[in-house]
C-alpha cells in the first residue's frame, strides 16, 4: 500500500512558476513509476509527465514539454513538478499516481493521491 500526499498548489499569474511536490509512504517507492496527471473542470483526466523508478526514463505530454520538469528524490519518497511559464490552460486539479508500469495511461497506476489546485491568473 501507497499514500501520496500533494502540497504546493496555488493561485499564480500566467508566465509564473509552481513547483508540486507529491510525498508517498512506504520503503519501495523507488520500485514505483510515477506520474502527474491534471483534470480541468468539466474535462477528463489528462496525463501530464511520468517518471520511472531510477529517472532514468521521463515522458511528458506535448503541452507541458518544455515548461515542465518532473523528478524524483528516492532518498526523501517524493516526486516533483516543477511547473514554469505557467499559462491559464494549465488551470487543474493536479494528481500524483504510482504505478508498476511506465505511461500516460491512468490504468497503469495503482495509487492516486487526493490532488492540489493549480490556478493559473491572466
Known amino acids: 500500500q501507497v499514500q501520496l500526499v500533494e502540497s504546493g498548489g496555488g493561485l499564480v499569474q500566467a508566465g509564473g512558476s509552481l513547483r508540486l511536490s507529491c510525498a508517498a509512504s512506504?520503503?519501495?517507492?523507488?520500485?514505483?513509476?510515477m506520474g502527474w496527471f491534471r483534470q480541468a473542470p468539466g474535462k477528463e483526466r489528462e496525463f501530464v509527465a511520468a517518471i520511472s523508478g531510477n529517472a532514468g526514463r521521463i515522458y511528458y505530454a506535448d503541452s507541458v514539454k518544455g515548461r515542465f520538469t518532473i523528478s524524483r528524490d528516492n532518498a526523501k519518497n517524493t516526486v516533483y513538478l516543477q511547473m514554469n511559464s505557467l499559462k491559464p490552460e494549465d488551470t487543474a486539479v493536479y494528481c500524483c499516481?504510482?504505478?508498476?508500469?511506465?505511461?500516460?495511461?491512468?490504468?497503469?497506476?495503482?495509487?492516486w493521491g487526493q490532488g492540489t489546485q493549480v490556478t493559473v491568473s491572466s
Open positions: 512506504g520503503r519501495t517507492f523507488s520500485s514505483y513509476a
Open positions: 499516481a504510482a504505478g508498476g508500469g511506465l505511461g500516460s495511461s491512468d490504468v497503469e497506476y495503482t495509487y
